[in-house]
């Protein structure tokens, strides 16, 4: 019987040097808040669809592998390395929580402060998506967090960006071919 080796990446020296940087105080993340209407993803029940934002994100996901992957380290050399996680979980890392309704901007950045704060765990893919529900106005907030070993500035707005052609409704990424009728845009896809 042959043996393989799991397929893994050698995190650049920056990006190790991210890791090392990181203690109980100081975490290494990167986060972006995006406030969007809720109306077009509520249930008839008046909650939001959850569901429906994990399901459009997982077909996101094929093109950014980093956001399936996670840190390993190498034996007697102990660098880090980036595996394939074999029990990745979007339930995991896509998570839902509520403001008292109607919740304000001070009770929103409390919040992404406290979530913000909180370190990732190690043997997980480094990021999440918080689905903030319960905005005034009838709005809902995404809160997303990776670690900056992970991603650089323009890396990071991938999974964000998405395009969405008005011609023929549905959602593609921007490495797919585009019909004359697609624009670029960012999460507009949640008002259509």
Not at 31 to 58: H, K, N, Q
């Amino acid at each position: 019987m042959v043996m393989t080796a799991p397929h893994s990446e050698r995190l650049s020296a920056l990006d190790a040097h991210f890791l090392e940087l990181e203690d109980a105080g100081v975490h290494m993340h990167v986060a972006a808040v995006l406030v969007c209407e809720a109306e077009p993803l509520t249930r008839a029940d008046g909650s939001l669809d959850v569901d429906r934002i994990r399901s459009f994100l997982d077909a996101q996901l094929h093109a950014i592998p980093r956001y399936r992957q996670r840190l390993a380290w190498i034996p007697v050399e102990n660098h880090p390395v980036w595996v394939d996680d074999a029990s990745f979980n979007l339930q995991y890392h896509v998570r839902h929580v509520s403001l008292p309704r109607p919740g304000d901007e001070r009770q929103l950045k409390r919040l992404v402060g406290m979530l913000s704060s909180q370190k990732f765990d190690p043997t997980k893919p480094l990021w999440e998506m918080w689905v903030i529900e319960g905005l005034e106005g009838g709005r809902f907030a995404l809160l997303a967090r990776c670690h900056h070993c992970m991603v650089d500035g323009i890396a990071g707005v991938g999974v964000l960006r998405i395009q969405r052609c008005k011609q023929c409704q549905t959602l593609r990424h921007p490495p797919r071919p585009m019909c004359g009728e697609c624009q670029s845009i960012e999460w507009d896809w949640i008002v259509s």
